[in-house]
């Protein structure tokens, strides 16, 4: 519901971002009013969306699409918890190099320390620059699998990939993209304006979730496939190469 809740109201953007381009083209050739509306029929309805930038209605009345996202990474924390932790996978069976207590604390912190350095560097002017920011996440993303993969087993190492992603996700939700929303909102039932920077930082941050809920599943489904990703002498490479396609595979979905 998560990913498929991000990727409707990108898909909605993007047909939007369209429309937007027809209005600012002569008077003449600008579309009608009508034609600034996004129409959609599903299951024997018709849907016609508008979007706002402020909104018209109470904040009460207002759906907030969190809880989709805090059950997903609960859910999942707690599979890895059971899986990983109490499940004998953190660390190599035959050459543990740490303890299972050292690998629990190692996963904590690889969450932890993750989303502080991905939420420092996810800031203008670095983040504005994408070609450069999607570049030094991909190798600092590389490096740590690269880190994990000689402490824990090959397996967790890529299962604490993904988790990191879903905890990045999630964090951008409900501390980098709800909070800003709520104050435009808070802004618009007083009267008052708000700064554009309040919606472009939420809108980037909810573009950088498109683009990492592909590769998450991608590595989520390697666990079935372990003689060609984690279990390969290139499992490292065969990382980042899935991180890869998964961003391609985003870019599409985001156009489609």
Known sequence: MWVGTTYYFTWLDGRFAELEKHMSKPPDQTPARDERIVWMVHSGGFYRVEKLRVP????????????????????????????????????????PKVTLVQASFISIATLLVGWTVYDLLARPPLVTNEPVFAALGFLLTLVLAAALSRVLSSRAA???????????????VWMRILPPQRRMIAAAAKGEPFSEALSAG????????????????FIMVSNHFPTATYGSRYGVAVLGALILVGWGAAAILRRA
């Open 158 to 172: 890529y299962i604490h990939i993904g988790a990191l992603f879903g905890t990045i996700m999630v964090s951008n």
């Open 202 to 217: 939420a809108k980037r941050r909810s573009k950088h979730n498109t683009f990492l809920a592909v590769p998450t599943t």
């Open 56 to 95: 018209r209605v109470i904040p009460e009345k207002l759906h907030w699409f969190r809880w989709e996202a805090a059950l997903t990474w609960l859910s999942g924390i707690l599979l890895m918890a059971l899986v990983y932790y109490h499940g004998g996978l953190m660390v190599d069976a035959i050459d």
